[in-house]
């Protein structure tokens, strides 16, 4: 099997809105300093384009989390696999996913990093596929809505791969 990537959205068109996701949330901010939350390893590309573009101050601090499934569809529980090295009380935490799908892993970040009583607590995903959605979460800032696919590149992976792509594809399994 080949894998075939067709472009879904262009650098061209990540980067103009990363610009205007920016604008916003400098506007929003002024005055204050913003706690970027990463959620790793598929936040990553988005969270670093989006803070060099950010004018007030901003923190970064990282995390990694796995879902308790069995691949393919991932349960209601998260497991930290490594935690913030901060402590986030008295922060504007803002966290940066690559994309929402079921909407559990965040659900479950969410309790936990809301917990720990930051000074507010916001979510910004570069993706969201709403028709997944099985758990509610409420998403502040979206980059792209997009249909249900599987899709690979900027921060985004198939099997670890594709994650440098500098645009969004739809990946796709053809016979050689
Ligand atoms: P969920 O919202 O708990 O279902 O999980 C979201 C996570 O699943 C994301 O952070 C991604 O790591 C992964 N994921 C979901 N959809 C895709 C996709 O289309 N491509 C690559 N990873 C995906
Ligand atoms: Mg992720």
Redesign the pocket.
Known sequence: MKERVDTLITATAISKRIDEIAEELSAEYAGETIELVC?LK??VVFMVDLAKKITVPVTMNFMDVS?YGDGTE?SGEIKILMDLNDPIEGKNVIVV??????????RCLYDILAARKPKSLKICTLLD?PD?R??EVNVDYTGFTIPD????GYG???AQRYRNLDYIGVISFVEE
Not at 97 to 106: F, K, P, Y
Not at 149 to 152: E, G, P, R
């Open positions: 959620v598929g936040g879902s991932s996913e690559d994309i929402i799908d079921s909407g559990r892993t965040l596929k997944r099985v758990a696919a599987f899709v690979v985004l992976d198939y």
